[in-house]
T-cell receptor, first 110, second 119 residues
Framework: QSVLTQPPSVSAAPGQKVTISCAGR????????VSWYQQLPGTAPKLLIY???KRPSGIPDRFSGSKSGSSATLGITGLQTGDEADYYC???????????FGGGTRLTVL | EVQVVESGGGLVQPGGSLRLSCAAS????????MTWVRQAPGKGLEFVAN??????????ADSVRGRFTVSRDNANNSLYLQMNSLRAEDTAVYFC????FGVGGIDFWGRGTLVTVSS
């Protein structure tokens, strides 16, 4: 049982938009930055979004992050087959004094 | 090119110990938090431990606190994870990563090293 709650899977057609939710509480998402990671099969995770809504160099603006209260959302527009991967949200939990991840969401581009 | 390369994984019996190493290069090691994250076979990512730039602050997941110790050698650009009293549930790929939860994010990950705890 992960501290942060994500849907196990989402799917959409190429070119469409999808959002992935990440629900937490005040001790984690509510009062800390959120980051998002993409993990392609058999590879290491890759940073997509940091500090809730910032993109590292090289990450296209098709990827966006936002937060409202104790929930965060990753948005992906213009879906491509290469976006098929597992996506994880993460943040610091001040009550646990440790990092926490969501359980991961498998994105399928139909 | 930034590199972090893990080593030290392998097969160990329950109750045994293992020390993971992570060699960092092509960035100023002393400017960064470093983090260990693990992933059990077929499962999601799990925070293990992290350490601040000068090693004065260390944080652990509840599941490993008291058994694992994170440390760093800034003179040699190296990160370590000493794992004692290993359990079957510690079986996972262990990733060394640059950065932290929060400011800047965990922005660069190694390929991971597999630790298998089994008799």
């Amino acid at each position: 049982q992960s501290v942060l709650t994500q849907p196990p899977s989402v799917s959409a057609a190429p070119g469409q938009k999808v959002t992935i939710s990440c629900a937490g509480r005040s001790s984690n998402i509510g009062n800390n930055y959120v980051s998002w990671y993409q993990q392609l099969p058999g590879t290491a995770p890759k940073l997509l979004i940091y500090e809730t809504n910032k993109r590292p160099s090289g990450i296209p603006d098709r990827f966006s992050g936002s937060k409202s209260g104790s929930s965060a959302t990753l948005g992906i527009t213009g879906l491509q087959t290469g976006d098929e991967a597992d996506y994880y949200c993460a943040t610091w939990d001040s009550r646990l004094s440790g990092g926490v991840f969501g359980g991961g969401t498998r994105l399928t581009v139909l | 090119e930034v590199q972090v390369v893990e080593s030290g994984g392998g097969l160990v019996q329950p109750g045994g110990s293992l020390r993971l190493s992570c060699a960092a290069s092509e960035f100023t090691f002393t400017n960064y938090y470093m983090t260990w994250v693990r992933q059990a076979p077929g499962k999601g990512l799990e925070f293990v431990a992290n350490i601040n730039e000068d090693g004065s602050e260390r944080y652990y997941a509840d599941s490993v606190r008291g058994r694992f110790t994170v440390s760093r050698d800034n003179a040699n650009n190296s990160l370590y994870l000493q794992m004692n009293s290993l359990r079957a549930e510690d079986t996972a790929v262990y990733f060394c990563a640059r950065g932290r939860f929060g400011v800047g994010g965990i922005d660069f990950w190694g390929r991971g090293t597999l630790v298998t705890v089994s008799s």
